[in-house]
């Protein structure tokens, strides 16, 4: 079965910073991943997804992640941060049968100071 | 394009009281999920539908229960509303189960 640990549940960068939110994963099958945005009071929303092919993905609005096979990661980063990324962010996981549920992680809380 | 769309937005219940949330999807997306969000917890899958008529429990199930009777429409139904209902529920939708789910605004559900 599959499981996504995130690491740290807030993490603050300061503005025009490296932003950098870790995710690990646990699939006995090549995964899916997904890493979803949310806003304050809204739903989620997808910034970028893994299925197969080149390992960097890039999203919406700067993010990028890298799927590491052998260390079972797939960390989002963006090179500058900006005030209006602060969010919570969720790392997800499933793996290529499409019968198999997708897994959130916690969440990780992104504070963007001044 | 509306997407995924939920109602109401808030409630407020007594325990012991009932309520139907209802979702509703304008995708022709098959498959259909109720998540509820708690602080600390992320999302917890509640119950999961793979078509018309058809609904299986997630992982936190008790307590609740789930209608399919037409494809865009997913009813969540608590029957004697607790205290521990309290939370936000998002409904979600996606062609396949493991690709792209798309996500409700969620409704704000204060039992007291």
């Known amino acids: 079965a599959q499981s996504v640990t995130q690491l740290g549940s807030h993490v603050s960068v300061s503005e025009g910073a490296l932003v950098l939110l870790r995710c690990n994963y646990s699939?006995?099958?090549?995964?899916?991943l997904f890493w979803y945005v949310q806003y304050p009071n809204q739903g989620l929303q997808l910034l970028l997804k893994?299925?197969?092919?080149?390992?960097l993905v890039k999203g919406i609005n700067g993010f990028e992640a890298e799927f590491k096979k052998s260390e079972t990661s797939f960390h989002l980063t963006k090179p500058s941060a900006h005030m209006s990324d602060a969010a919570e962010y969720f790392c997800?996981?499933?793996?290529?049968?499409?019968?198999?549920?997708?897994?959130f992680g916690k969440g990780t809380r992104l504070h963007i100071l001044p | 394009n509306a997407g995924v769309t939920q109602t109401p937005k808030f409630r407020v219940l007594k325990t012991g009281q009932s309520m139907t949330l209802l979702c509703a999807q304008d995708?022709?997306?098959?498959?259909m999920y109720w998540y509820r969000q708690d602080p600390g917890m992320g999302l917890r899958l509640i119950h999961y539908?793979?078509?018309?008529?058809?609904?299986a429990k997630g992982e936190v199930p008790d307590g609740y229960n789930v209608s399919r009777l037409k494809k865009q429409n997913f009813l969540l139904g608590l029957e004697s509303a607790a205290p521990s209902q309290t939370s936000v529920y998002f409904c979600?939708?996606?062609?396949?189960?493991?690709?792209?789910?798309?996500f409700g605004q969620g409704t704000r559900l204060t039992v007291v």
């Open positions: 995708m022709n997306h098959e498959y």
């Open positions: 699939s006995s099958v090549p995964p899916y």
């Open positions: 539908s793979v078509g018309e008529g058809t609904t």
């Open positions: 893994y299925t197969t092919g080149a390992t």
């Open positions: 997800a996981v499933s793996d290529y049968n499409r019968d198999d549920k997708i897994i």
């Open positions: 979600a939708s996606s062609y396949a189960m493991n690709t792209e789910a798309f």
